[in-house]
């Protein structure tokens, strides 16, 4: 029987109707939540994403301050950019939209965005706090993968987990919300050996390495859960992820569509992020 399809457009509906409602409840207290948006450059992909984040901000009410920079940008002048957003009581979310030209240190830009408005999940602070079990923001996709494995009603206590991918803005964070969860969490990569067994065994599949279809569905354990992060082109131009999902789909108890399923979560979480650092910001005027 194949599987259940974790429809993750419609979860992020109920996720941006959650958020428009606590972006009303703010307004009766004159306050609207904050997004500042920052660009460097023209890359295509990055400039579909932020006009996408922008849009579904703007639909539930965010305030969204744009700022495009040219490709030519230099460092000190984003540091400055981030410094001042940082002081700016309006904005409670900053969005540095990566990946950033050459000649800029991510990390550095990162590391310069206030732990309070960073709504991408991404400072060392942030990390840190997940690390320890008190996470402060969570990283927007491993956030939305939680979210859906929820909506698969999966059993995360004592399951078997595999992470396949150890970037810093998803495998790793992703595998602390499994371990925070109980699961048993086994990190794999690129050099992982007998991935194919290490598959085989995931009760829970989280997939993000950016490779079209480089985990086949024939691997994929009978009854699994599959996220599958990956966002790629195969030889033939269609979007796919990173899981060969037609043989998966067959296999595994629920799964994930590329397009249709992680994706539109990642943006719902960013926004629930935004909506969060609003309400810390409402609170602290209480007080």
């Not at 009303?24 to 904050?34: F, H, M, N, R």
Request: aromatic share 2%; net charge neutral; glycine share 10%.
């Amino acid at each position: 029987m194949p599987a259940t399809i974790i429809d993750g457009k419609a979860l992020a509906e109920r996720v941006r109707a959650r958020v428009k409602t606590g972006v009303v409840d703010l307004a009766e207290q004159k306050l609207t939540p904050g997004l500042a948006v920052v660009l460097v450059g023209e890359d295509p992909a990055s400039a579909i994403y932020v006009r996408n984040k922008g849009a579904a901000a703007k639909e539930c009410g965010v305030q969204v301050f744009d700022h495009k920079l040219p490709a030519d940008t230099s460092q000190t002048d984003l540091l400055e950019l981030v410094a001042r957003l940082n002081e700016d009581p309006f904005v409670d979310g900053i969005l540095v939209q990566l990946p950033l030209p050459p000649q800029i240190d991510a990390k550095k830009i990162i590391a310069a965005i206030s732990p309070d408005k960073d709504v991408d999940g991404f400072h060392p602070i942030s990390a840190g706090l997940l690390a320890l079990g008190t996470p402060g923001f969570v990283p927007c996709t491993p956030k939305g993968c939680m979210a859906l494995l929820r909506e698969a009603n999966a059993e995360l206590r004592g399951a078997r987990a595999l992470v396949v991918g150890r970037s810093n803005i998803v495998g790793k964070p992703m595998g602390q919300l499994l371990l925070m969860a109980d699961a048993t969490v086994t990190m794999a990569h690129s050099r992982t050996a007998n991935l194919a067994e290490e598959v085989g065994r995931a009760q829970i599949l989280i997939v993000a390495i950016g490779r079209a279809k480089a985990i086949k569905g024939e691997w994929v354990r009978e009854g699994a859960i599959v996220i599958d992060v990956g966002m790629n082109r195969d030889d033939k131009g269609k979007l796919c992820g990173d899981v060969e999902f037609e043989t998966a789909r067959e296999r595994a108890g629920a799964i994930t569509p590329v397009p249709g399923g992680v994706g539109p979560m990642t943006i719902a979480m960013l926004l629930d992020n935004t909506l969060l650092s609003a309400q810390r910001r409402a609170q602290s005027a209480k007080t």
